[in-house]
Structure formats: structure tokens, C-alpha cells
């Protein structure tokens, strides 16, 4: 019975769909595919060729900043920036030729921006310090930091991370929301540094000798700034010296060459005066008269 019920039902079911609908609806599909297609293929031409112009027009702009001397790591901020958002333009141009509804589409990326955001809030922050790092500039590109137990050569601010390359030349990316939330040392922001250093010389030696022989080092090499004025004094009683502070000001960019200089040639110096520089020493003496064994 239930077969009989089955074989009516299909009978009915093909008397009802003749070869013409089934003509017409391929007709249909087939005029859809084929007014899709142009919209299909703008679509592409707008994507891959926008894709491009970005990337040039973002190339022509960051050469543009470079030669007008703006700061390297503020332009590759500005660089990635704005081809992040040139490319997003392009991708939502591309979409509409499609015959997407751009309003409704930019209110579900606009909900769906709330929600990844509130996912992604350490990437949030991290692009929001990276704008405060460029409007208030507390280092350059070029610039020599130190951050938390990290030194090194700032290579690039981009849109998340800073990136310093060490004096070891390993490189090191660092998010920009902890440098806006700590301290940082920026050594090469100002055009002068001060070298303050600190020598001993042995209680039996000559404080005026010594400090005669320091400036005599000082004045061998016109690096070594006059103004501000150097300062040669002493500091400290100490246990086994006399500390004498050195305080000398050069331009940062020879700070490193000057420091190991008068570091060696102090030494040398003082050699050659007979002063003696302290050293931690033990005297030991031994007793002829005490019995072995005991």
C-alpha cells in the first residue's frame, strides 16, 4: 500500500515539473553565472590592482618622508598604517561590486570590531601606545635606549611593536603598551653626555699628582669638552683608597670611544707616575716556631 501511495506521489510530483521549468530554471542559473561574471571579474581587478597602488602609493609617500627628514621610526609607523588601511578600503571597494550592501556589511564589521576588540585588547593597546610613541616622542630611530634590562639601537616603531637592535646585534620586539608603562632610558637624546668616572689611589700617594696626571689625559684629546668645565675631586675615604671622581662632559656620539680611551690610558698614566691603584690583597705569614700537627 505504502509503495502505491509512493509511485501516485511521484507520478504527481513529475506531472508537475515539466521539461520547460526545468528549462527556465537552468536558463535562469545560467543568466545569473553569466551577469555574475563581469561583477566577478571587476571585482578581481579592483582587488589585485588596488592591492598594488597601495603598496606604491604607500612606497612614494614613506620616500616623500624620508627625504623631508622625518623621524625613520615615525615613518614606518605612518607606512604600516596607512597601507593597513588603504588595503581595507580596497577589500570593502572589491565587495561592492559584487552587489554586496556596503551599509550592512560596515554595520557587521563595525559589531564585529566590538567584539574582536574586546578579545584583543592587549593588540588594542598596543596600537594606541604606538600613536602616543609617535605624537610625543620620547625616542627616534637611531636612538640608543635602555627599557627594563634591555639595551639597544631602535630600529623601527611600527603599529604593535618596537623593534632595538642590541649591541650584540640580536633584535629584540618589544610591545609598545609596556614602553608607554614603564621607564625608559633614552641615552642619545640630548647632544651632550657626561663621563663620571671613579679612580683610587693609595693613601700614600700624592692627591695633587693625581689629579695633575687626570686633567694631563683630558687635555690629550680635544674630544673631551672644556665647557661645561671638568670636575676632578675627591670623593670618598674609602678602606684601601682615596676616591677620586673624574666628571668630564663629550658629545654622546663619541661618549663609548672616549670612555674606553681613559679608562687605558689612565692606567698608563698612572703607571707611569708611580700611583698606585688598590687591589684587594691578603698577607699571609707563617710561623717557624709552631709545632707540626697543631
Request: hydrophobic residues 35%; proline residues 2%; charged residues 25%.
Given at each position: 500500500m505504502s509503495n502505491l501511495l509512493f509511485e501516485k506521489a511521484t507520478d504527481t510530483l513529475l506531472s508537475d515539473i515539466s521539461l520547460d521549468k526545468v528549462g527556465g530554471w537552468v536558463e535562469d542559473l545560467l543568466r545569473t553565472i553569466w551577469n555574475f561574471i563581469p561583477k566577478l571579474l571587476l571585482a578581481t581587478a579592483i582587488f589585485i590592482l588596488g592591492w598594488w597602488i597601495s603598496k606604491l602609493l604607500c612606497k612614494l609617500i614613506k620616500k616623500a618622508f624620508l627625504k623631508s627628514n622625518t623621524d625613520p621610526a615615525a615613518v614606518s609607523f605612518?607606512?604600516?598604517?596607512l597601507l593597513c588601511a588603504l588595503r581595507i578600503v580596497v577589500i570593502i571597494t572589491a565587495i561592492a561590486q559584487l552587489g554586496v550592501n556596503i551599509t550592512a556589511?560596515?554595520?557587521?564589521?563595525g559589531a564585529a570590531t566590538v567584539t574582536i576588540g574586546l578579545a584583543?585588547?592587549?593588540t588594542m593597546k598596543n596600537i594606541a601606545s604606538g600613536v602616543m610613541i609617535i605624537i610625543n616622542k620620547p625616542f627616534r630611530a637611531g636612538d640608543y635606549v635602555e627599557f627594563e634590562t634591555l639595551q639597544g639601537t631602535v630600529q623601527k616603531i611600527l603599529i604593535t611593536n618596537t623593534y632595538l637592535l642590541t649591541i650584540d646585534n640580536r633584535e629584540v620586539i618589544i610591545p609598545n603598551s609596556r614602553i608607554t608603562n614603564n621607564n625608559i632610558i633614552n641615552y642619545t637624546a640630548?647632544?651632550?653626555?657626561?663621563l663620571d668616572l671613579k679612580y683610587n689611589i693609595s693613601y700614600s700617594d700624592d692627591i695633587a699628582e693625581a689629579k695633575r696626571v687626570i686633567l694631563e689625559v683630558l687635555d690629550t684629546d680635544k674630544r673631551f669638552l672644556k665647557v661645561p668645565e671638568p670636575l676632578i675631586a675627591v670623593t670618598e675615604h674609602g678602606d684601601n683608597a682615596v676616591v677620586i671622581l673624574t666628571r668630564v662632559?663629550?658629545?654622546?656620539?663619541?661618549?663609548?670611544?672616549?670612555?674606553?680611551y681613559i679608562q687605558e690610558q689612565i692606567k698608563?698614566?698612572?703607571?707611569?707616575a708611580g700611583i698606585t691603584i688598590p687591589f684587594?690583597?691578603?698577607?699571609?705569614?707563617?710561623?717557624?716556631?709552631?709545632?707540626?700537627?697543631?
Open positions: 605612518i607606512y604600516s598604517f556589511l560596515l554595520t557587521a564589521i584583543l585588547q592587549d640630548q647632544d651632550l653626555r657626561c662632559w663629550c658629545k654622546t656620539s663619541d661618549y663609548w670611544d672616549l670612555y674606553y698608563l698614566s698612572f703607571d707611569k684587594n690583597q691578603v698577607d699571609l705569614h707563617i710561623s717557624k716556631d709552631r709545632p707540626t700537627g697543631t
